[in-house]
């Protein structure tokens, strides 16, 4: 019988935050809940608190948020927000109680004494997901009269709740979160959006399920070139920042929100590469098509000629990657962007030669192995002495038995 897929991860969700907080490690802790950061910041209790603020009224319940300011903010002066995703919580408490929790309390005061405003909220454990968008609409239709910068929003998640967060914070749309950070995550999917900056802290003593999510999801992160930072805290347990009163979880907190305010100190925003890497260049040309991927090129080459990407010995090498794997046709479309690129290189006619040779078409292959000759035979070819042997054997020899292979 098909299930409600959102029922079902919901429950998955719930089932590992129950898992965690029944743990010997983690629910043996005195009052859990009222913990707060092992890491203190002078100005931190002289945050300014703006309670009870409702941002959603579902059927008779108010949902409400607080607003940490720093101490030294001024009315109508615009900052960026940091909002902690509290979407999971505890099945058995209400909503209201959420923001109470002392990580809940005490992060929020650690944010606004960094200069940036922090904003804990209340969460319905049967629809998180609902809550967290409606909260975000709320926060930037409301921006102005709350004195925040609507385009430059960070996302703090942990736990259990990390699985509400990361589809929320991958959406194409959502340009306007600027940095979001898991701590020991159920981490689900895959990065989508290459041009978010992530903070994940994974814990080395952690249940073992929930750190084989982080791993997958960072593997994935890592071969996409997605802006990915891993802290790998070996010695650390679920909940450290509340449990593990240590220089080294000090230093991990100091660590995020000194991410954080990098990430949303512009005012506005910047990608942080202009140019797509190699292997984003690859995932665009196999996914979205040699048209889409030579619209890149030709945009990235006009603001950043000089990238590493448009070198013709990175085409040459990914092209020959592509070859590697089977997949021909695309190989055929990169070595053609580099011809275009570099019109007077034999090197380059060679490799197109080679990949038509692959794919069966004799013709070109051919075609593209004269080329390549013609060039070399140039007396300011510039081609170094031995790659010069290589191309003129490897052209030569193509042409004979093609050539040949017609009579």
Known sequence: MKQNTRFVCLSTAIALLITILTCPTFAQQPDILKRATVYRLPDMERAIVKSDVTFKTAGTEALKMDLYYPAAHKSGSKRPAVIFLNGVGNPAAPASKLREWGQYTSWPRLVAASGIIAISHDSRPSDPASDAAD???????NASSLDIDEGRIGIWSCSANVRVAVPLVMQQDRGYIRAAVFYYGVMPGEPTRLDLPMLVVRAGHDVPGINKGIDAFAAKALAADAQLTLVNYVDAQHGFDLLDDNDQSREVIRQTLDFMKFHLSKSTYEAVRRTPTPAQFLDTLTKQGAQRALQVYAEGRKSTPDDVLFRENTINAMGYELLQD???????ELFKINVASYPESANVYDSLSEAYEADGNKEL??????KALQLLAKENSGVPEQLKDAIREGSGNR???LKGGDR
């Open 135 to 141: 909260l975000l609409a709320y926060v930037r239709s």
């Open 326 to 332: 089977g997949k021909t046709k695309d190989a055929i």
């Open 365 to 370: 292959a051919i075609q593209n192995a004269e």
């Open 399 to 401: 042409i004979k038995k």
